[in-house]
Each structure stands twice: as C-alpha cells, then as structure tokens.
Nanobody, 121 residues
Framework: QVQLVESGGGLVQAGGSLRLSCAAS????????MGWHRQAPGKQRELVAT???????NYADFVKGRFTISRDNAKNTVYLQMDSLKPEDTAVYYC???????????????WGQGTQVSVSS
C-alpha cells in the first residue's frame, strides 16, 4: 500500500509564506512526476506545479515567481515553498505523484488527502 501524506498548511496573512511537504510511504519502488494541485471552494481543482524525477519544473502562470517546487528523492518527498501569498491562493492543496509500487510494479497516480491553506487580507 502506498500513501501520500501532506503537511504544512495553515493560516497566514497576505504577503506571508508557507512551506508544504508531501511524503510518500509504504510499498514504494520508484517515483516519477510529482506535483501540487489546489481546489478553492466552488472551483475546479487546478494544477499549481510539477517536478520530474530529474528536477525539471513547471508552474501555473498564477504562481510563477512566487512558488517553488522541489523534491528530495532520498526521502520520497515533494515540497512547495509559497511566498508572497495572496488571498486568492486560499484553497485545499493536494499533492500528486506517479508511483511505481513494489506490489504492482506499474505506475499509478496517487493523491494526498489535502491540506488547507488560508490567506487573510
């Protein structure tokens, strides 16, 4: 069984920073792409940033220059450093990873349970 567990969400004032973490655990053989998505109330889930296992990154336009995605392959962990936060960044943030498990030896997409980020004006 594979799990993704997120941490680091919370309440912050506009202009502040938060760092999200997401660790994969369980029967992990390897991890390909990892990423962060978010879903605000009444809106569809949207892509925030992705990172490949070699470190190539991709960002949504609305976070470029403010958010930084990174990963520690030895720890099976992906991070999202969020700076210059705005009230419109308020959402539940979900991590996602394409993981090869030791159970199936095929790549499956896994999601974390989500962590709330709230930015006050």
């Amino acid at each position: 069984q594979v799990q993704l567990v997120e941490s680091g969400g919370g309440l912050v004032q506009a202009g502040g920073s938060l760092r999200l973490s997401c660790a994969a655990s369980g029967s992990v053989f390897g991890i390909n792409n990892m990423g962060w998505h978010r879903q605000a109330p009444g809106k569809q889930r949207e892509l925030v940033a992705t990172i490949t296992n070699s470190g190539s990154t991709n960002y949504a336009d609305f976070v470029k220059g403010r958010f930084t995605i990174s990963r520690d392959n030895a720890k099976n962990t992906v991070y999202l450093q969020m700076d210059s936060l705005k009230p419109e960044d308020t959402a539940v943030y979900y991590c996602n990873a394409d993981i090869v498990s030791r159970t199936y030896y095929t790549t499956l997409s896994y999601w974390g349970q989500g962590t709330q980020v709230s930015v006050s004006s």
